[in-house]
């Protein structure tokens, strides 16, 4: 495989997105921008459980531009609704509420971006809900796109949902998962979601910054506390992960 044969330790470098620093990934397809975006994203959504939400009553005010969790608040964007009515997705920047334009600021970022790379789900304004497109897979990848640090957070109300992303929260948030946390979050991944196996592992792992080495092309080192072998194997023309363990 070509591109086996050029990797050997990789580690991250700043100033590249991790789109340019994995091989193979479609900026046009869903799934594997959804692969490179979900890793991170989950432990990120953890991590604001522990720091940002911390079991706590909410309360958005879009007025404010802010979302309150007891006392503390957090800037936030307006990312997209969810309507049970209608069974479908609205993005933010379609403005159907006349928010104020401030709160679209990031939504009409990714939108762009969309544009930019052909991925049509971030580029329709309306889109019908399933399994994989739904208000917590459209914001992992809004938020995982975003060149800003940010969570995001569901806002339930009768009929649907409002889906905001916060920013100025804690660093911890943010901070980099142990070996123990980072295969959990990549089994779960598997079990839950169709996804690719070599963009997820690649792409969190460079998020996490963690060094890592291709054994083979079908199987690989990283350098946590311990060493996790990751292996793959091809189905479908695809890698597919079959099995992780430490050394």
């Known amino acids: 495989m070509k591109w086996f044969q050029k990797k050997t330790e990789q580690q991250a470098q700043t100033g590249k997105s991790i ?5 193979g990934i479609d900026k046009g397809n869903w799934q594997d921008v959804f692969s490179a975006c979900l890793g ?14 911390k079991d706590r009553d909410w309360n958005v005010d879009f007025s404010r531009g802010v979302i309150l969790f007891g006392s503390d608040e ?14 479908t997705w609205l993005w933010g920047w379609v403005n159907i509420n006349r928010l104020d334009k401030s709160l679209l600021t990031f939504g009409n970022k990714i939108r762009a971006l969309g544009k930019k790379w ?7 304004e309306e889109i019908e809900l399933n399994d994989c497109f739904n208000g917590h897979n ?10 800003e640090k940010v969570c995001y957070y569901r806002c339930p ?3 649907g949902a409002a889906f905001v992303a916060l920013s100025n929260v804690p660093e911890k948030v943010f901070a980099s998962v142990g070996v ?6 990549i089994m779960y991944c598997v079990e839950q979601y169709r996804i690719n196996g070599k963009i997820l ?3 969190f792992l460079l998020w996490n910054n963690t060094p890592y080495r291709w054994e083979s092309d079908t199987q690989i080192i990283a350098h946590f506390e311990t060493d996790l072998v990751i292996t793959f194997e091809y189905i479908g023309g695809e890698l597919r992960i079959v099995s992780m363990k430490t050394l």
Do not use: H
């Not at 789109?19 to 091989?23: A, E, G, L, P, T």
């Not at 459209?138 to 995982?144: E, N, T, W």
């Open 138 to 147: 459209l914001s992992i990848v809004a938020c995982g796109l975003a060149d």
């Open 74 to 87: 957090y800037p936030i964007q307006f990312i997209g609704s969810e309507s049970e009515i209608q069974n």
């Open 180 to 185: 123990l946390r980072f295969t959990s979050i």
């Open 40 to 53: 991170k994203m989950l432990a990120i959504q953890y991590a604001a459980d522990e720091w940002v939400i």
């Open 19 to 23: 789109f340019d620093k994995v091989n």
């Open 201 to 203: 592992v690649e792409s």
């Open 157 to 159: 109300y009768s009929g």
């Open 118 to 124: 052909k991925l049509q789900p971030l580029i329709e």
